[in-house]
């Protein structure tokens, strides 16, 4: 059907109408786009660029190296030795099963870090390294670096790790590094940034943890370009970080090393300082432990090992062990005594065995009494009667008193995991902590180290140093950091009478030289370095009167949890004190029998820096020390070694 000219002329003018609308609009779309171009072209080119630039190039950090730590001569406890490391890239491996395959043909792949390492790149970017194999040797490394070409993905590496050249010597003083975990990250309010580097480490336990910071160093920064999925292309540059400080500890390795070989595998704690100065010499617990096993991951074996040894290996007992510090305490019940003016040093108690107080028999360790004793006498036969009656006469504030300014109580500020305060008990503790009033009975059992009173190791050393001088010597462990010599703390006099304290003195040196001392098995011959120490024996079961009416059951006869525990203390030389001692034996018996001998070996050993002559022994002893010594060192022929200067 044709149209009429009119309609066609309609037809026409309507498409030109919706030309032109429509072209109108296509050139304001494009106007608007031209408009929003030369906007991020022109008015935001400078911020585009930077953010090009930023996705562009990346900054990475550098680990820095760890500080070292070394003895008072400059051995090395604590060093970083070079790691090498084999890792994958799962974006360029390609086929990852394959590629292990090959490279456990070339190296020696353990399979518990295997396995960790294939868990590891299921969650990690394709592009990140993994870590398939830690601490390889040179050898590895070179034969992974010549079949490089077969092995895409892989690349060999070299670090730094940890290293403790002395192994379990130091173990609990030092502690150990291992990589940061989520728990450490918990604990930390503004963690750096270095923490969060893969298999970073960090201080653990120890001195390693306590001195973390000092010891961590800060991080470097290098620039990398990456690619769009964030692949190194190339390092551009790099600032290299500030190493961690180095330290030098106040222990000498080679008496912490006979320390540590001395106590054998005992459940013991012996602590060796400097009368005057303060300083740690040695300070070791046992059984040992390796802690190079946690910084290459220790495997689940052996962790169960130590955590199931009833001997606690893990636990540092020279400052975290607390024990009822036995005969031991003696010395400080005698000081409160003598200086409240309730007793003189000539004055006597008469011991028959035992003593009545408020209806309760409170027996002395000698089932017949030891007569009339004075002071001298009470301290050198360890008579406990005598002790009951100062106590009852002075009162347990004095006497808490008086253990605290013998530096007993108190929370040395040293850089060692769990250090204890120990207790000097008081009414009001016993009240706040137990809701409990004061008896006497409690002041009685305190005068001779029991009930509630509890000590460390070092705590009894800071003890008979000060006892020695008269001095408030206090402990200190860090020698110099990064060569910086650090301070002495303490060193003023004690308020106590010089007087009294050379009375106490006087009886201290009996119990290891005269005849009747319950040291004096374990004395030292040489008159230039003879010894005055106390013996210590400490309860931890209750005897019942039936038992003591049969005959209190031996040591020997009963189950090792079950028997007393050893102390000793001492200082020498008697009349110049240079080094003070102390030695726990824990369920060791008898403290003359187990723990004196133990601490008069150390204590040779520290006056003649080095195997003592046999002369320095009792006669009695001396085939037996010659036997100790050789057996020693043939243990550690490189450790042992004849008398030498100190530096």
């Known amino acids: 059907m044709r149209r009429s000219p ?6 026409a003018r309507k498409v030109s109408r919706r030309a032109l609308l429509l072209g109108g609009a296509q050139i304001g ?19 585009f660029r930077l953010l090009a630039e930023e996705n562009r190039i990346n900054i990475r950090l550098i680990p820095p190296a760890r500080g070292e730590v070394f003895d008072r001569h400059g051995m090395v406890i604590a060093k970083n030795e070079p790691s090498y490391r084999i890792t994958i890239v799962r974006e360029d491996a390609g086929d990852v099963d394959d590629v292990i395959r090959r490279l456990s043909a070339l190296v020696e792949l353990d399979e518990e870090e295997l396995n960790r390492a294939l868990a590891e790149m299921k969650r990690s970017a394709p592009f990140l390294p993994v870590t398939v194999a830690d601490r390889v040797s040179w050898e590895a490394i070179s034969r992974v670096a010549v079949n490089a070409p077969a092995l895409p993905g892989i690349t060999p590496e070299v670090g730094l790790s940890r290293q403790y050249p002395l192994g379990p010597d130091f173990a609990h003083v030092t502690g150990y590094v291992g990589p940061v975990s989520d728990y450490d990250l918990s604990k ?6 270095l923490l969060r580097i893969p298999r970073f ?3 653990k336990v120890g001195l390693e943890a306590k001195l973390e910071e000092q010891l961590r160093g800060k991080a470097g920064a290098k620039r990398v370009e990456v690619n769009a999925v964030g692949r190194v292309m190339r390092e551009l540059d790099r600032r290299e970080g500030q190493a961690g400080a180095n330290l030098q500890l106040t222990l000498d390795h080679r008496l912490q090393n006979y320390v540590q070989a001395r106590l054998g595998q005992e459940s013991a704690a012996a602590v060796v300082l400097d009368c005057n100065t303060g300083d740690i010499l040695a300070c070791a617990s046992a059984p040992t432990f390796d802690p190079n096993l946690f910084v290459r991951g220790i495997s689940v074996a052996d962790y169960k090992g130590l955590t199931e040894n009833p001997y606690r290996p893990l636990a540092n007992k020279t400052v975290q062990g607390l024990y009822p510090p036995g005969s031991t305490f003696k010395m400080v019940t005698a000081l409160a005594a003598l200086d409240a003016g309730v007793v003189t040093p000539d004055e006597t108690v008469y011991c028959r065995g035992h003593i009545e107080i408020s209806n309760r028999r409170f027996h002395c360790w000698k089932r017949a009494g030891h007569g009339h004793v004075d002071l001298e006498t009470s301290l050198r036969e360890s008579c406990d009667v005598y002790y009951y009656d100062l106590a009852m006469r002075v009162g347990i504030e004095n006497i808490s008193a008086m253990a605290e300014q013998l530096g007993l109580s108190q929370r040395y500020d040293i850089p060692m995991s769990a250090v204890a305060r120990g207790r000097a008990p008081t009414k009001a503790w016993k009240k706040e902590t137990y809701d409990q009033d004061w008896v006497i009975g409690d002041t009685v059992n305190a005068s001779i180290g029991q009930g509630y009173v509890l000590a460390s190791p070092l705590q009894l050393a800071v003890m008979s140093a000060r006892l020695a001088t008269g001095r408030a010597v206090e402990p200190r462990l860090i020698k110099t950091i990064d060569g910086v010599e650090q301070p002495h703390r303490g060193g003023e006099a004690l308020a106590v009478d010089e007087e009294l304290l050379k009375q106490v003195r006087k009886a201290m040196f009996a119990v290891s030289n005269n005849r009747r001392g319950t040291a004096y098995r374990s004395r030292i011959i040489e008159d230039a370095f003879r010894m005055a120490g106390k013996t210590g024996t400490s309860q931890v079961r ?5 038992e003591r009416a049969r005959g209190v059951t031996s040591n020997k006869d009963l189950p090792w949890e079950r028997r007393d ?9 008697y009349k110049s004190p240079k080094y003070a001692v102390a030695v726990v034996v824990e369920h060791g018996g008898g403290g003359s029998t187990v723990a004196a001998p133990i601490a008069r070996d150390v204590t040779l050993q520290a006056l003649y820096d080095g195997d003592p002559p046999l002369e320095a022994y009792p006669a009695a002893d001396r085939s037996r020390i010659k036997a100790q010594q050789e057996r020693l060192r043939r243990e550690r022929p490189d450790l042992l070694s004849t008398a030498r200067s100190r530096a």
Do not use: C, K
Request: proline share 4%.
């Open 6 to 11: 009119r309609e066609s002329v309609d037809s």
């Open 29 to 47: 779309f494009g106007g608007l786009l031209a408009l929003r171009m030369r906007y991020m072209q022109v008015d935001q080119a400078d911020e």
């Open 188 to 193: 930390i309010e503004d963690p750096d940034q």
């Open 201 to 203: 480490q960090i201080g």
């Open 542 to 546: 209750n005897i019942t009167t039936a």
């Open 565 to 573: 525990h050893a102390l000793f203390v001492d200082f020498a030389p």
